[in-house]
């Protein structure tokens, strides 16, 4: 019983980034109507800067958090306006999901060039790095990842209900078309979702080994807990990877990866054939 407790709390542990990359993904979707898979890769991207910080300057723990969010909005503000913007200028929005593929692939090969083909870790951001509560062991880094999904959450929450900028958002998440009409900046809504998926990054590393080819599966994870949260809806995303990330780990305990793989994937066509507006989404009118 106590294993299976701690495989559920390591499931907690990945599900929780798959929410954070998630968030930020149906944080976008919801005012532009675009799919960015992009955010998986600056989750990997942030982790790898994360170890350089580290070992360049000596930052350690969760000292790397606040620096490296920085780091990756400024870095991302200009990615966007240099690569996406100029792109949702000249495309549709089905082919700025090809500009966000290409982006996410681009970051992986940038990867491999600086960082090399080697897992990185590093160490936890508390100690002792586990401790025991009831018989079952806990690494200490789980509260900060979940504290970090957590303080991701309330922010949103408090911008999207308690600014005027959040209501705008509010307001034309209905008619992404009326965005630019009632002021809404959905360059900086990007930003601040790529600042989002760099904190994942980060407080993940001490739980797990990334390197460069890691950047597909966690874009598509987030991707799907995305969808199984209903596209668009903050508190789906966040639930959809809490969903996906036990399932997998259960999966993955009693299975294997691969096996845990295709039957997450079977298990979203499933939810989709059976209730396309899944968790707290809405079916859409399709004009044809």
């Known amino acids: 019983m106590n294993a299976f407790v701690e495989v559920l709390l390591s499931g907690l542990v990945v599900g929780s980034v798959y929410a954070l990359i998630a968030l930020g993904m149906s944080l976008i979707y919801s005012l532009s109507r675009v799919i960015n898979l992009a955010q998986g890769a600056v989750v990997v991207l942030a982790a790898l800067t994360g170890v350089s910080l580290q070992n360049t300057f000596g930052i350690s723990g969760a000292s790397l958090l606040l620096p490296t969010a920085v780091i990756f909005a400024i870095g991302m503000a ?16 089905n082919r700025m999901l090809l500009i966000s593929v290409g982006v996410l ?58 600014t005027d900028f959040g209501l705008r958002m509010r307001a034309t998440a209905q008619d992404p078309d009326a965005v630019s009409l009632m002021g ?65 780990g259960v999966l993955e305990r009693y299975t294997n990866s691969s096996v845990a793989e295709m039957l997450t994937m079977g298990r979203l066509v499933l939810v989709l054939l059976i209730r396309p507006a899944v968790l707290l989404g809405r079916t859409a009118e399709v004009r044809r």
């Open 78 to 93: 200009a990615l966007e306006r240099l690569v996406v913007r100029p792109g949702a200028r000249r495309v549709t929005r």
């Open 184 to 248: 809404v900046n959905v360059d900086m809504v990007r930003t601040v979702a790529f600042a989002i998926a760099a904190l994942a990054g980060v407080a993940l590393l001490p739980v797990t080994f990334l390197q460069y080819c890691t950047v597909v599966p966690y874009a598509v994870s987030g991707f799907i807990a995305a969808v199984l949260g209903g596209l668009g809806s903050s508190l789906g995303a966040v639930l959809g990877g809490l969903v996906l990330g036990v399932v997998q």
């Open 105 to 162: 692939q681009a970051v992986g090969g940038l990867l491999l060039i600086v960082w090399g083909n080697l897992p990185y870790s590093m160490a936890g951001f508390s100690t002792p790095t586990v401790i025991t509560i009831a018989d079952v062991r806990v690494t200490t880094q789980t509260f900060w990842v979940v504290g970090v999904l957590v303080l991701c959450v309330v922010g949103l929450w408090m911008l999207l209900e308690h």
